[in-house]
Nanobody, 123 residues
Framework: EVQLVESGGGLVQAGGSLRLSCAAS????????ISWFRQAPGKEREGVSC????????GYADSVKGRFTLSSDSAKNTVYLQVNSLKPEDTAVYYC????????????????WGQGTQVTVSS
């Protein structure tokens, strides 16, 4: 059974940092791409960044470039999202999701999702 479990969210002041984790199980880690998405209240789910099957980071949303960094540890089957210089507009539930083959495409192409971790940034 494919499982994705996010952790590391919390309440931080503007300018602060967090490291989000996505622990994957139930599938061969490098056979799937794993992406981070986020969804703020009243807004559509937004793609943040993606780890390809070869371990490369494929893109960042314009809104997070230079502040967020995706990394992974294949030995631990875990993908991380380091979020720095947080802004109130980064407040959202952050999800990781998995799919086969490619980072291309939006959230609707991902069949597997974690439960999400809440990030709240106070001004």
């Amino acid at each position: 059974e494919v499982q994705l479990v996010e952790s590391g969210g919390g309440l931080v002041q503007a300018g602060g940092s967090l490291r989000l984790s996505c622990a994957a199980s139930g599938f061969t880690f490098d056979d799937y791409v794993i992406s981070w998405f986020r969804q703020a209240p009243g807004k559509e789910r937004e793609g943040v960044s993606c780890r390809s099957t070869s371990g490369l980071t494929i893109g960042y949303a314009d809104s997070v470039k230079g502040r967020f960094t995706l990394s992974s540890d294949s030995a631990k089957n875990t993908v991380y999202l380091q979020v720095n210089s947080l802004k109130p507009e980064d407040t959202a539930v952050y999800y990781c999701a998995a799919r086969r083959y490619s980072c291309a495409g939006g959230a609707s192409l991902y069949p597997y999702w974690g439960q999400g971790t809440q990030v709240t940034v106070s001004s």
